[in-house]
């Protein structure tokens, strides 16, 4: 089996330490990077499972890197996870919006950052076995993409076009933080203007159909899938 490869990138030298010691200890192969540019590089080069970003950095920031990143075909399976110390939803948002998974709050504790490691990689490994599927199986429910038509157990679930699109998006990437603006893209498109409780009345009558443990609401940001 491939070793796991995991790629750091942030400036401060004492966290890259940090970070890649207790990595190393738990069997990754770990990168690391002191700037963005040179974080693309070596991505580019190693074509890691994980991407660890920080936000802030020099010369360029671990948005723009990720945006980057996400240009690129050869990234469309990896995990990008955003380090940052700032609480402000709008970093968080931003770091969302271009593609990013998931973030992870400094200060950082070993057991609960491994954890976080571990839960996305677990969602990487769920990823490509959804993707190797017609129809995608997760708890009770079968969701069919060509038939457009969702089972719950032996129930048939009717679900109008835009619920359909909306629920496909989410269980496409199980845990995926999608924020409000990255679904009302995917889904309605940039050309149409819809109100902004549009969403919510969508997430709510599929809470109602599939049940209400699927779908997690994360306050300011968005939404995500969860089984």
Known sequence: ???????????????????????????YEVATASNG??????????????????IMMPKMDGVEVCRVLRGKSEFDKTVIAFLTAREE??????????????????????????????AL???????????EENVIRVGDLAIDKEKVS????????ELAKKEFELLYLLVSKPGKVFS???????????????GNRTIDVHIRKLREKIGDH????????????EF
């Open 214 to 225: 699927y779908i997690k609401t994360i306050k300011g940001i968005g939404y995500k899938f």
């Open 180 to 194: 409000r603006e990255e679904i009302f893209n995917k889904v309605w498109g940039t050309d149409v203007i819809v």
């Open 37 to 54: 540019e040179e974080g693309i590089q070596i991505a580019e080069k190693e074509v890691p499972n994980l991407i660890i970003l920080d």
């Open 89 to 118: 939803d709008y970093s968080q948002i931003a770091a969302l919006d271009v593609g990013g998974d998931d973030y992870i709050t400094k200060p950082i504790r070993p057991r609960v950052f491994l954890s976080r490691v571990r």
């Open 150 to 157: 969702v089972l719950k157990g032996e129930e048939v679930i």
């Open 1 to 27: 089996m491939n070793p796991v490869k995991i790629l750091i990138v942030d400036d401060e030298p004492d966290i890259l330490d940090f970070l890649k010691y207790n990595l190393v200890k738990e069997g």
């Open 121 to 131: 990689l677990r969602r990487s490994d769920r990823q490509d076995g959804l993707e």
